[in-house]
């Protein structure tokens, strides 16, 4: 007795019929009844009442005692399958901010997947807050930040720094060099990427909330900046990723802001995870190839 035999019993008791039930498991009839016989000869008894004329099966006194034998042999079946499953497995609890899970851990969890077979990933959308938080709680394994502050049980660990590029539709008037001076705030989407990136911008521009839009969606930013004179900053990976997918254009920039740092955090710095190592092996990987600099060297 196998799987595919008691799963075909079933079907054919749940349906009711044999067409329905060959519909169900998207067999033929032919190969459904052929499991069925199969089924009969290992036990030596028929299970089904097989007449012309007879559209709905009847069951056997025989059949009728197999239902609920199948059905526990069907639940035995999964819970072996996941005691097996979940020994061999393990799953990645870790989180990003958004824009670095928009634009950097798509290609890399992709590698990831593909050679770690046995580990599964969780991957949250959070602030360095949150992140914080669920740390010392113990309930992430580690978090990629922008914006460090103070803990005394979680480290913080500076991974790469990406200079920050001005990005605009194709179609606008921009022309580069572009300088901050010659800039409309009006026709800024503002994004507040990094403590050093906001002091830039206030000096500059005053207040973000004076801009066209302010936002910390990357959705509704890529919504936006391909039409008329908006324009943005962004960290070098998200504006090379819209620019391999867009109709936009990334310009030099006179007297920009400050590189964006991201940074690692961990419950404790000699303790990272195996899993967390290969990951961050593949995204630096992926980084070194879009050409922004990886700082983590020897530290992790």
């Known amino acids: 007795m196998n799987q595919a035999e008691v799963d075909a019993f079933l079907a054919i008791v749940e349906s009711g019929s044999l067409t329905r039930a060959a519909q169900k498991l ?90 770690a077979d046995n580990c599964d990933m969780c991957i949250l959308a959070l602030d360095s807050g949150d992140t914080y938080k669920l740390i010392e709680a ?9 914006n460090p502050g103070y803990s005394r049980t979680v480290a913080s660990i500076p991974l790469f720094q990406e200079p920050m590029c001005f990005v ?10 572009v300088h901050p001076a010659s800039l409309s705030v009006r026709n800024e989407i503002y994004l507040e990427w990094h403590p050093e990136f906001v002091l830039w911008h206030t000096y500059w521009f005053g207040d973000g909330r004076r801009c066209r839009v302010e936002t910390d969606n990357m959705q509704l930013l890529e ?11 962004l960290p070098k990976s998200a504006a090379l990723s819209m620019e391999g997918r867009m109709d936009v254009r990334i310009l ?18 000699e303790d990272c995870p195996p899993s967390v190592r290969i990951l961050l092996q593949m995204l630096k990987e992926y980084l070194e190839k879009l050409g922004i600099l990886w700082i983590g060297e020897g530290k992790i």
């Open 26 to 115: 998207y067999l033929t009839q032919s190969t459904l009844s052929s499991r069925l016989d199969c089924l009969e000869k290992e036990l030596g008894a028929p299970l089904l009442i097989r007449k012309k004329g007879i559209r709905r099966v009847e069951l056997t006194e025989a059949g009728k005692k197999m239902v609920p034998v199948a059905k526990k042999w069907k639940k035995l079946w999964q819970e072996t399958k996941e005691i097996i499953w979940k020994e061999d497995r393990q799953t990645m609890f870790l989180s990003t901010i958004q824009s670095v899970q928009t634009y950097l851990m798509g290609p890399v969890s992709r590698e990831f997947l593909d050679r």
């Open 138 to 146: 113990g309930e992430l394994e580690a978090g990629l930040i922008a």
């Open 168 to 177: 605009c539709g194709a179609g606008s008037s921009y022309g580069g060099p």
């Open 223 to 233: 919504q936006l900046i391909e039409q008329d004179e908006y324009w943005s900053v």
């Open 252 to 269: 030099p920039i006179e007297d920009g802001p400050e590189d964006r740092v991201v940074y690692l955090l961990l419950k404790h710095k």
